[in-house]
């Protein structure tokens, strides 16, 4: 049994990492640490954990987090370099911000508008790159994880078999996604009130100003071999949780309709966590609530001349937490799949 | 006063012009039809509409439809051409189905499998041709009019003016809308349960196959002076209302921000129900819930060369009924926005 | 044509009335006032409210709010108080707030902790006294009306008829009711959200802590000419808008189903926004959605000896801003149902 | 290693039952059976449970069912007797339907219409009757088990504390409750599509006539050894799952705060499932999502003269398939808490 402790617990992703441990086999629920909650109750922040109501949660600080396997971070983006500094290098840091993301600082600058720390092995072990090689090769026993964002994941997910099978062009991806709003977190902000949000769709971040942007070009790019351009516009959508990513990129000159299937199976056949759909069936988020589950399906428009991938995932399981604990898995030397709900929780 | 019949008032477009008529001050609501419900008192299919509750649905025939100045058609596909032909030329007839929306019968019989009806005035009073002349010029004093189709107002208002301006690409148009559950009727489907679609969100129609796909191609191409093909995705989101269309296309040469800006802004600054909101505001379906009101917001995404435009429409007011009721009004003579709500419900 | 300002213009409440103002016919939008958002455009504050999109809210003031015929008044509790005291006395104030709700010192000051304003007429027009006088006759040419709270209206139009015809016994009523998020207003609480309310129903303020509770006693107290005692517990639904009560007391002696039905019937004939549904008919929030009407039905259960009473209306129309209007109307001498709307946004 | 069936897998609770004993470390998924989806891929129903999108289900049928240790039956009610007839006695058979759960053959023909097929151990191990004694007692080794009813399970729970203590009064219980609309099944129902449970909250059933009525009755008269009486009427609210119970009984004479709590302590501290809230802190549906657990709230109303209980459950798990598998789990001989989730997937 290795111990982890988990640096944010108080928000959406700090709770579901705790959600997914309380169920993991291997891994026993440390420390749990917050900012302004510390020193309330976990009952009293997320009620749902049952089994915990009554642990109090303690300030995050490189003292309360010592002594752990595994830390978990989810800090607000920037808070958690310094963080992982303190911790010494034997111990796993998955780190669910975006610090660690990217490999290109510029990039890193430009979209968020400070210095760069650094880039860490890129924690989606399913996505593959050009020759073929899963990204879960440097996740193995890694003592460093950065998990992938949110949307990302489903992004990168829904388009990266046609990149490494060759059937579609680099350029001019546009990608819209739909996310529940415990995506935007439990910060206080009047557009996120309930009477706001039910009932309503909206779209924000728009004309390529989003963080998660230049993290899907990285990974498509990757993928491709090249560098991909992506038009990726995020909205809000009237659920707690899930993503849905519609991606669709120019076919390649003699794509098929057979030859994309055949990439999508290919690249996912052997994965447990990517559910390529059978023909005709389309992904619902409902289907993967608080799975780590990834559903994929894909077409090609020939009118049009494009495929259409779209994936669901849970925005706070496979999206965050879930992958987080599937990287710390593989950094452990565990089964990627212990500990992880295969299931949805549906209706 | 004016007397209007609206045959199909059992479902939900059938519904929201009834609606809207009993606030119409011009319009009187005369006879109201069904096929399965007739016979039903309206309170039981539609218990929001309480000041007609008692009112009895009758027959959907030319008899019962007989003796009024409007006629509003709100029938499922294929059955508005046979009923149209036995109602006297004179009689405003307004077609909430898609018979007589398409002009090129080739692409109706590739996308509804039957033969094509023919061609009415299009609906869309707001949209503007490559020659500024926008569609409303048609509508005065008509007697048929073809509403559009929901997604293809939502889609066709969105871009039309980057067409009209020169600043778009025709080639390689792509769209993803969503769309509130009452958009699929009322019809009694295990997809469209409550339980099915709270909470999730799911694409449909996806590879270009999607019926409104030529007719936003047409609405487009008349826009653009040349043909446009779209890449459109239709999904379904966990609302009851509303529509919001992500619509991009590529930027031409030497189109700006503010060139961008000031075309959309040229196209709507007259209309009473095309709302293009300040600079960084973007739209949100609760906003013209129940209303008549588009709200429209663009913006150039300059390292993907694309312009980004989003319009919200209520799928079942502007997006048919309101529509329907406008364009009464252009055919009766009356001023366009009598008796239409400018508002949203919110929140 | 009558001038109104709206105090409070940016809150839900306030932003409700404003929508109902614009399409009144004779009561003309004034100034519109707000506290921290004074200096904001109102389509910042309200987008659904297109029309007044660039309306600037001002600070609410005594002098912001003179030279109008109307005032209505949608602040926090307490705050109504001060700010009426310096309104001439000609002027028709309508009050949205609890300050003069009450008649009885004692539990104002029990629930709400603070001396006691006073009291105003109560602008329940439509409820009836034990000798069947209904409120409206003292809100006719009132120049200062308490709008009643949203609870209050649903709880006690649902049994009200009842005890004026003598039909339930006074002691041990019993309601629980639920209400969409935006009957706790615009503040910004983190149960409010919109991550945290979806998909969850709860409860609050039970015990009988609930300040509306005194406001339901003192209605039905006044319908039964003896002291009614309350238990009562409001819920928190996931929807926006909404309140649904379900009231239950005990039958008196000889109290049968066809005596409950005619008193029900006999109460509200005539009302124009009360509608008793047909029998085994149920109301739905969703059917007074933006609707100044409020659904009605009622049963005997034998076996247990009670009535069970259900009442839907929409607690910012009905609820609060439509109630406004209404007891404006009455004040100025118009037609009780002036401008204000009669059919739900449904579905 | 045992094997379990389960038949009638294609609606809601037979599918909420594949989804436990996917994750149940000592039971194996065997035949899955269905009526008109016979035939059908499991994926094609229920999306959500990943690893057996391929299994097929097969035809409901003793020969289906046969060489299984364990049979759950979620069929619709009335169809179990005649097919748990032909089981042989040592098969564990666990009923999710109504027919062996009252003990009343009057009570059964008056709400259910037709012959009473028998009674069986009653499947709620946390209901206390008037000496203490727990229903799990009857349970352990059990080879036929009734599971209780979703609304029953909850209204339960909430109250027999009270009862047991001597707190309560037996006459005139009130209890109003909302319920997902995944409780109404998969059958196809106008008023269960989405538009028309979307932002909407509606009573059913109302004056007595649910058919839980009784089976609250019979678990509270057997906690209360009297005969207590229910006013039960049951809301649908827009959620896909949960239950929210309130209950309220009168308070006996000397019940006070302290020894209202303390019994509901009592009642609750040594239960796995059931878990009673700091006090202050009220139950939510969304805190339950997925998990076997029941969060409980009571407080004393001194100035009504009643004690309002609050329960919440998940009416799928606890309410339906979280508790069949308990009852195997007792049946079985293992651990009462084997497999079942303890957590909610919140937010």
Not at 47 to 63: F, I, K, N
Not at 218 to 228: E, F, I, K, P, T
Request: aromatic share 4%; glycine share 12%; hydrophobic share 45%.
């Amino acid at each position: 049994m290795v111990t982890a402790a988990v640096a944010g617990a108080s928000g959406y992703a700090g709770g579901e990492i705790v959600r997914l441990l309380l169920a993991h086999p291997a891994i026993e629920v440390g420390a749990l640490t917050a900012a302004s909650n510390a020193g309330s109750r976990l009952g009293e922040v997320h009620p749902h954990l049952t089994p915990l109501a009554d642990r109090v949660l303690v300030e995050t600080s490189a003292q309360t987090l010592a002594g752990h396997d595994v830390v978990f971070l989810a800090l607000p983006h920037g808070a958690s370099a310094a963080l992982a500094a303190q911790l010494p290098d034997e111990v796993v840091v998955i780190d669910c911000g975006a610090d660690f993301r990217l490999g290109d600082a510029q990039a890193w600058a430009q979209f968020y508008g400070s210095e760069h720390a650094g880039t860490w092995p890129y924690g989606l072990p399913e996505l593959a790159d050009r020759d073929g090689a899963r990204h879960r090769e440097a996740l193995a026993g890694a003592r460093r994880v950065a998990v992938p964002g949110c949307y990302p994941t489903a992004c990168s997910l829904a388009l990266a078999p046609g990149y490494v099978a060759g059937l579609l062009e680099p350029e001019d991806v546009v990608i819209v996604a739909a996310s529940g709003t415990s995506g935007a977190g439990k910060g206080l902000k009047a557009h996120l009130l309930g009477a706001e949000v039910m009932g309503s769709m909206s779209p924000y971040g728009v004309g390529g100003v989003h963080r998660h942007t230049p993290e899907v070009e990285q990974n498509l790019s990757r993928a491709a071999g090249a560098a991909v351009t992506v038009s990726f516009t995020p909205t809000l959508a009237p659920m707690p949780r899930g993503i849905l990513a519609t991606a669709t990129a120019k076919a390649a000159p003699g794509a098929t309709a057979a030859s994309v299937r055949e990439a999508w199976h290919t690249a996912y056949a052997d994965e447990p966590f990517v559910h390529l759909l059978p023909e005709g069936q389309w992904p619902r988020t409902a289907d993967v609530l608080g799975s780590n589950c990834v559903h994929v399906q894909v077409a090609l428009d020939e009118r049009a001349g494009r495929v259409v991938a779209v994936a669901a995932v849970d925005n706070l399981t496979k999206g965050t937490a879930g992958a987080a604990v599937q990287c710390a898995n593989l950094a452990l030397g565990l089964p990627e799949t212990t500990g992880l709900p295969l299931t949805g929780v549906a209706p």
